[in-house]
């Protein structure tokens, strides 16, 4: 029986293990114990589609000519490109690293499915469906936690249609994922306004509208679910913690790379810096790569970094994970970092005579405008000067005598044909004549020669 036929056999029984699933899973077999790492996928069974649900897992990931005739399925279609935004979990999947959950919820209508996790010692992956016949599009709110979690947490997509999977991602620093997690999310839906007999408004400039208080309308939620997740310790891998402790030197800056930790979702490389560097390190440019030449970059769509509490240096850095890839050597490629100096956590700002006492590299105040709500500042840099997507200004700033504000909005733009960028910083309800801002980063350093670091 061919793939195309096995996935015809899948559709017409729904209820039946499908034909081939135990010829998967003897491969499966096979490829896990010469792969020899401490990977499990959780083979308990699960009654009717649920039990299909982990077959599809398989076979979308593991047969091309299988994932291409699912593509004509829409949740089908739908799992496989979820599972396929990350190296890592798609890796993860491809390699029966992952637990089905078939957790079930239903209130006013809508049905919540937890559906499947893929965890680790350090992260949490929950894969979930909403249902419902009444909306076109639903929403999750950021999920709360009846035992509170020392963790990062990434909240799932907005405005989505039903059925589509949703994540959300739980990401731990100095505990590990506990065994047992209790978590509540309320769920909402958005009505396109009507504006067709909406009165005449004021013409307001775009820049006045981000002085403007925000008021946001608490969304009604529509429906609220908790679910209490079992995570089996004996089916979570452990982390391979790599010593490092190699010393480098970067744009005149002392660094170590302690260790590296690595982890079916991530890979995580901790660095430390001598107290007598004039500057904190804001950010890293850099990949792993094994000695067949495969690369490993930084994560692009989840947690890329945590920092420390008492200083805005970032410690920690997160990468693609090569845990399933079986390699037997992994360097460190340092290519650019950013940079802030110690002396520009806060910059004092002139805001009567525009004039700043220091900005970050390449960028310059173009002019402070006083207006009814507040204070507008405008900021030049230069596109080629500017790392990219990075605004120089946080939204974060401080009067005279140390109070925190924060701007709820900043505006950013590019030129392409002047390859000159702009970011407009509103100090909302700001009338004083002095003010500090935060700057994000002073100046980044980019190597003609990558530094090199061999971790295993």
Known sequence: MNRNEEYQALLSELEAVPDGLGDTEQRALTRKMALQKRRRLVLTPILGAAACFTAFVLLVN????????????????ELAKTVAFSPSLS????????????????????????????????????????????????????????????????GANFRQPPGTLLRYTLDYMDHD?????????GVTTWDAPDFTHSAPTTNTSYADDMLEPREEPEAEILAKFTFTLQINPHL???????????????????????????YPTHVRVNVAAEPENTAWLKDLEF??????????????????????????????YRLESPYFADCQHLTLHITEALWLGKDMERVKVDLEKGVAEQLPEGTTLQRAEHRKGGWLLTFRLKEEAEKPHRSPMSMEFYD?????????????STNDETGVAEQILPLPDFHG????????????????????????
């Not at 909403?130 to 947490?153: G, T």
């Not at 790599?242 to 590296?260: K, M, S």
């Not at 094994?290 to 692009?300: A, L, N, T, V």
């Open 62 to 77: 593991l047969s091309i000519p299988f994932a291409s005739a699912c593509g004509r399925v829409p949740w089908l279609r």
């Open 433 to 456: 004549d002095t003010v500090w801002i935060c700057p994000n980063y002073s100046w980044w350093t980019m190597e003609a020669v990558p530094v090199t670091i061999p971790v295993k």
């Open 287 to 316: 990949y792993l790569e094994d000695e067949k030449g495969s690369r490993f970059e930084p994560i692009s769509n989840g947690v890329s970094g945590s920092g420390e509490e008492d200083s805005p240096m970032i410690i920690s």
């Open 400 to 412: 005279e005598v140390g109070n925190k504000y924060y701007a709820a909005s900043s505006g950013y």
């Open 236 to 262: 979570t891998a452990r982390g391979e913690i790599v010593p490092v402790n190699a010393d480098f030197t970067l744009g005149g800056q002392a660094l170590r790379v302690t260790d590296v930790e690595i």
């Open 91 to 154: 890796a993860a999947v491809e390699n029966e690293y992952v637990q089905p959950m078939g957790l079930r919820e239903t209130e006013n209508g809508i049905t919540a499915i937890i559906e499947y996790i893929i965890v680790d010692q350090k992260q949490l992956n929950i894969f979930f469906t909403l249902h419902s016949r009444e909306y076109d599009n639903l929403s999750v709110e950021m999920p709360e936690f009846s035992e509170h979690q020392h963790c990062s947490v990434i």
């Open 177 to 185: 994922v506990p065994e047992e997690l209790t978590m509540s999310f």
